[in-house]
């Protein structure tokens, strides 16, 4: 992969990341793909063009915010005394996973709160493990707590918002966010990701829109296989953005997975390094004109060590007017324009039922 990775500019003085070599200490087997490399990339990267944000360790009340106490009991005693092993299929507890995954917490929490009292215009967690398929009361998908559903809701009861946005860009859908906001208005949870007839979790079909009060505040977007930059601006463009100006959120997260870059090993979706950027760029923009706030980024997926400390630089940009880094687009991107239309056409149906599309 050709990419133009020269530094001549860092990273704008605006922009955080939060993030420490803790994050290495969560140590699943050793051919896992969410491995300590992804950190170690990032912060080899960028630790010296950025300003870089020691991250907090979260207390055990602020999991319980989304978690059952009885999960989280579990994870840290088989952490701490060694027990560790799989938990899933997925999903990996080694001796240093507590401690990485309070700091994953803490450090959620933190680049939420440094958008929301607008010490900075965009601040990023780079953080593991994830957390967007992570439930109140099991692990699943490579996650252990859920940091962004835990960052929206720290929000929430601190009384520093009264709603708030989480914004899903992975290529898979965080079925454990989904599911800790279904029924709660305060959170809009807007997913982009595969279509689940074909991808894990197989969940965020069309129809999963909430329940009770929350219907209509979740809202999964699946796409098809193969869709590069130009798909990805069309449903920020045509559908998140009017969504988030219509809801009005007081903080806008973004759980960033970048597992749809066109090398990621695990997914087979076809957005550029400055794909990325856009996706970020148009986010911000939304967020801004809603609230006057910039956006908040999570950790979430992504594989490819070469292009992911660069997509996350781009992230890190969002309100800039060009990206940072950039890479020829891939040969014959796989998404055809016609199946895409569909995707898209079904969606604004569906959709539009509950805000103005």
């Not at 063009?49 to 999991?63: F, G, H, M, S, Y």
Request: proline share 7%.
């Amino acid at each position: 992969m050709r990419v133009d990775d020269s530094d001549p500019r860092g990273i704008p003085a605006g922009s955080a990341l939060i993030s420490g070599r803790i994050f290495l200490e969560h140590k699943p087997p050793s051919d896992h793909p969410e491995s300590p490399a992804r950190i170690k990339a990032i912060l080899e990267k960028l630790g010296g063009i950025v300003k870089l944000v020691e991250p907090r360790q979260a207390d055990a009340q602020e999991l319980l915010l989304v978690h059952d106490e009885e999960y989280v009991s579990l994870i840290q005693s088989y952490s701490e005394t060694g027990l560790g092993g799989m938990i899933d299929p997925d999903t990996f507890v080694s001796s240093g996973t507590w401690i990485s995954a309070l700091h994953a917490a803490g450090a959620s929490m933190q680049a939420a709160m440094l958008v929301a009292s607008r010490a900075y215009n965009t601040a990023f967690a780079a953080i593991r493990p994830p957390g967007h398929h992570a439930h109140p009361g099991r692990g699943a998908g490579f996650c252990i707590f859920n940091n962004a559903a835990i960052a929206a809701a720290k929000l929430l009861a601190g009384g520093v918002a009264s709603r708030v946005a989480i914004v899903d860009i992975d290529a898979h859908y965080g079925d454990g966010t989904a599911h800790i906001f279904y029924e709660d208005p305060r959170v809009l949870y807007i997913s982009l990701h595969g279509d689940p007839h074909l991808y894990y979790p197989w969940r965020g079909h069309l129809e999963e829109l909430g329940r009770k009060e929350g219907l209509g505040y979740n809202i999964p977007i699946p796409l098809p296989p193969g869709v590069g930059d130009d798909g990805y601006v069309r449903v920020i463009e045509e559908l998140v953005a009017p969504i988030l100006e219509d809801y009005k959120p007081d903080v806008t997260i973004v759980s960033a997975g970048f597992d749809t870059h066109h090398r990621d090993p695990l997914m087979d979706f076809e957005l550029t390094v400055q794909g990325h950027w856009m996706t970020a760029h148009l986010l911000y923009k939304a967020a801004h004109r809603a609230s006057g706030k910039g956006l908040a980024g999570i950790l979430e997926g992504g594989y490819d060590l070469r292009s992911l400390p660069l997509s996350v630089a781009n992230f890190l940009a969002a309100y800039e007017e060009t990206p940072l880094y950039t890479e020829p687009k891939p040969r014959g991107i796989r998404a055809k324009s016609g199946r895409l239309e569909e995707y898209l056409r079904r969606a604004r149906r569906m959709l539009s039922k509950y805000w103005s599309l």
